[in-house]
């Protein structure tokens, strides 16, 4: 013998809205926290949304002011949502006591440019180590507040001596890379 109870919305006697609303599309939409004692399984992805991801491998002459170095794009699901931002720049010198930065800018329609903090390398090289090549890490979470298309850009600059964000030579090959994750 089965049973089934068909509802739309279910909620407690002292709230003032639905608690659980289910959607014919097969979609649930639960207002507050969702706690459980067992494994939850997302099979969409955190919070029901894809990642996103980009990479630059084009050599880029760095200058005083930021430039871009890698760029993405994500389109939150929720107004509410934050974006985790994982990106790494990757960067090389060969000026004594160079300075080099980079940033994560982000970027939407009705949004207010936001920015994460400076993060910076300064180079010393010693006699015979005349080439420095570096990956700085930079994670950083940014609130959202809407559902338009985020751009999200990794920013680099020199602010003494020469840089090069994504060098390339003979020995080897370096990648600036950007990932995105609705939470």
Do not use: C, W
């Amino acid at each position: 013998m089965s049973s089934e109870i068909k509802v739309t919305n279910i909620k407690h006697s002292s709230s003032g809205s639905n608690n659980l609303v289910l959607a014919s599309d097969g979609t649930t939409t639960v207002s507050g926290a969702l706690t459980a004692s067992g494994l939850v399984s997302l099979s969409n992805g955190i919070n029901g949304v894809r990642t996103n991801q980009n990479a630059n491998s084009t050599a880029i002459s760095l200058t005083g002011s930021y430039q871009d170095v890698v760029t993405t794009t994500i389109t939150p699901k929720s107004a509410n949502s934050k974006l985790l931002v994982l990106a790494v720049f990757s960067a090389y010198t060969a000026t004594t006591g160079a300075r080099l930065e980079a940033r994560i800018k982000l970027t939407a329609t009705g949004h207010t440019t936001s920015y994460s903090d400076n993060q910076e390398y300064i180079g010393y090289q010693y006699g015979s180590d005349s080439q420095i090549m570096i990956n700085i890490p930079i994670n950083y979470i940014f609130t959202v507040s809407n559902t338009n298309i985020y751009t999200i850009t990794l920013e680099g600059k020199e602010d003494g001596g020469t840089g090069i964000a994504n060098y390339e030579d003979s020995a080897g090959h370096q990648i600036s890379s950007l990932q995105v994750l609705e939470i």
